[in-house]
């Protein structure tokens, strides 16, 4: 079914079900007496469904007076007067205040809302009874000694089931979205003229008041005015909408406090109600004061509108207290949300100068604002010391990453392949840079160099040290042959000034291609795995001392024949371990290259097996293997 056409009939329907329900079943009476509470469908019909709720309750609302006895005339005035009515709330909704500039959808959300909600009702109410007084006073002249005592009767119902249908209708309208929400009009309207529309129209309201009030009425002063009042009325009522709309579906605190004070200001009106046409209580009022029984329940009905102002005004300036107070403070602070984007500075001047507002209040609001100045102001300065941390550090990576390449340049680039043996390594450090390091080259046409070792630590410092004692290695190599002297002068050199105790294991060799010897000597590194008669085992060597811990300290120079293969490594390669804490080791090690039997070279697929042992666990320690193959 067409929006449209529902925002029609459900109002239609209502007014139906509620102004003859009533009328048949409750002993409902004409002229605004007895309980009408279908006056206040005209006007919640208007302001929540617009046109088209207005145009659906005053149809229905026409034939009910036809049904009800009243005749074409006053039917067809009351439903034009009615319509005007319940089209002047949606108007007077939706229009632009000094103390609200936007217009929001229908809701109770805050004590402004509020106020304006009320003073619609108030004063649709009273424009209602009035031209419906002066109606009656008209086309139904036996009504006239009743005319002041009609437009109480409406006043009174109106405002009271405006208020309950109100409440309800617009909760239940937000609950399923099916206000209708105006589109602000291009049109510029002079907006002093429509100021001075509305406001003689309130004038003509109490102008009207007065009169009635202090002059004895006759048709043509009670014809004069209707006729300003209707003028006026729909001259305000072709006022275009420009306000702009805010739609805003959250919830807010406010809105919560007003939910909980509308109900209990909804619960005293229906109580009120009640009790003012309860029979009971009104035939005893009738019996004991010499008042009858319309003019107890208009009292009754008076009496209790005046306590529930009493009760009313107070109360809402207590909320309105604590929206300035409390919630508008919260609710400025709440903006934040807007400025705050991940990694990024809060610029906002002007949020901390909301907050500014507050700073000197000695409440918790004071508090509360102070806490969020010194936040935004530290988050700043720690995103801005973040940034130069970025800054540094991105600085140090390009700093590492040239002595990575520093140190990669240090080590051998490729293997050497020639008829007498095959040689190369690798190494994969931990970090950018780390402490072990390998190296081979041919010292003459018979002799070659290997060498291995591991600087304590990881990172800078190790490199540093492992780059040093490989440069002395090779300058000492030029002057001497022997292993065991070379590590004897290099750890004399890097005792020296150790203030940081740091220490390096080394594994020096000179391997000689025409004898086929091997001398070597160890300073506390892992000895070397080496294959004879087909089988890899460990080679039993003198463990020697680490390097940079004690001075002239003498190592021992060993020698063997090397026919087949040695396997050089550091200490990464079997302490790699997995998520488990379980250690790759010496055996799985040992195992590997035992089981090993293709003719390429090893380094890489045993690098790839201890990757799949590891698994996703990350390298704890510099990995370097260096491989040197005899050749028959």
């Known amino acids: 079914m067409n929006d449209k056409l529902k925002k029609i009939i459900i109002p239609f329907v209502l007014m139906l079900v509620f102004n003859l329900g009533i009328y048949y079943l409750k002993g409902g009476q004409n002229f605004g007496g007895g309980l ?9 019909s208007g302001m929540i469904l617009g046109p088209y709720g207005a145009l659906g309750a005053t149809v229905a609302n026409f034939l009910c007076d036809i049904i009800r006895g009243y005749g074409p005339v006053t039917a067809a005035g009351s439903f034009f007067f009615g319509f005007a009515i319940s089209y002047l709330g949606y108007k007077l909704w939706y229009g632009s205040y000094s103390f609200r500039p936007n217009a929001t959808r229908l809701r109770l959300s805050n004590t402004r809302n509020v106020v304006l909600f009320l003073s619609i009702v108030l004063f649709c109410g009273l424009l209602y009874s009035i031209l419906h007084g ?10 006239i000694s009743l005319n002041s005592t009609i437009e109480i009767r409406y006043f009174l119902n109106f405002i009271n089931s405006s208020f309950i249908f109100g409440i309800i209708g617009i909760w239940i309208s937000n609950k399923i979205d099916f206000a209708h929400i105006p589109q602000s009009s291009k049109d510029k309207p002079n907006k002093k003229f429509y100021q001075i ?23 043509y002063i009670v014809l004069i005015e209707l006729a300003v009042l209707t003028f006026l009325l729909f001259v305000y009522l072709k006022k275009p909408i420009t306000s702009d709309m805010i739609v805003n579906d959250s919830k807010s605190i406010p809105e919560e406090i007003m939910n909980l004070f509308q109900l209990s200001l909804l619960s ?76 990024e500075k809060i610029e906002s001047d002007g949020l901390v100068e909301i ?6 209040d000695e409440t918790e609001i004071g508090t509360l604002a102070r806490s969020y100045t010194d936040l935004i102001n530290f988050n700043n300065n720690y995103i801005e010391n973040i940034r130069e941390i970025e800054g540094e550090k991105e600085r140090i990576k390009a700093e590492l990453n040239i002595a990575y390449r520093i140190q990669a340049a240090n080590l051998p680039k490729e293997g050497i392949f020639n008829e007498y043996y095959s040689v190369n390594g690798y190494s994969q450090p931990a970090r950018e840079v780390g402490g072990d390091f390998f190296d081979y080259y041919e010292l003459d046409d018979d002799h070659l160099a290997i060498v291995i070792g591991d600087a304590s630590g ?65 300073a506390g590194h892992n000895p070397p795995l080496i294959k004879e008669n087909d089988e890899f085992k460990y080679l039993n060597i003198d463990a020697g001392l680490v390097l940079g811990i004690m001075e002239d300290f003498d190592f021992v120079r060993e020698e063997i024949t090397l026919r087949e293969q040695i396997v050089l490594f550091t200490d990464g390669i079997t302490d790699a371990s997995n998520t488990k804490n379980e250690m790759y080791g010496e055996d799985k090690l040992l195992n590997f290259f035992n089981e090993f039997k293709s003719d390429k070279g090893p380094i890489m697929p045993l690098l790839s097996d201890i990757h799949e042992f590891t698994r996703d666990a990350e390298q704890f320690d510099d990995m370097t293997v260096l491989y040197l193959k005899i050749k028959d």
């Not at 009408?36 to 919640?44: A, E, F, M, N, P």
């Not at 002066?134 to 036996?142: H, I, M, V, W």
């Not at 000492?476 to 390096?504: A, V």
């Open 36 to 44: 009408s509470v279908h006056v206040g469908i005209l006007l919640v």
């Open 134 to 143: 002066k109606l009656f006073y008209l086309t139904l002249p036996e009504t």
């Open 197 to 219: 529309v509305g406001a003689l129209l309130v004038l003509s309201i109490l102008a009207t008041l007065i009169i009635d009030s202090s002059v004895q009425l006759n048709n």
């Open 268 to 343: 005293v009106i229906v109580l009120g109600i009640i009790i003012s046409y309860d029979h009971n209580i009104i035939t005893a009022i009738s019996n004991s004061l010499p008042l009858n029984v319309n003019e107890v329940i208009i009292s009754m009905m008076l009496l209790m509108d005046i306590l529930l102002i009493i009760f009313f005004i107070p109360s809402l300036a207590v909320l309105r207290y604590v929206e300035i107070k409390v919630i508008e403070p919260i609710l400025s602070f709440a903006r934040i949300e807007d400025f705050i984007h991940e990694n």
């Open 355 to 360: 907050y500014s507002r507050y700073i000197s």
């Open 458 to 522: 990881k990172g800078v410092p190790a490199a540093i040290l492992a780059m040093i004692s490989q440069v002395m290695i090779k300058q000492m190599l030029k002057n001497t042959r022997d292993p065991s002297e070379i590590l004897y002068l290099l750890n004399n050199q890097l005792c020296e000034n150790n203030s940081e105790s740091m220490f390096i294991t080394l594994w020096i060799g000179i391997y000689n291609k025409t004898t086929g010897k091997l001398i070597f000597s160890n």
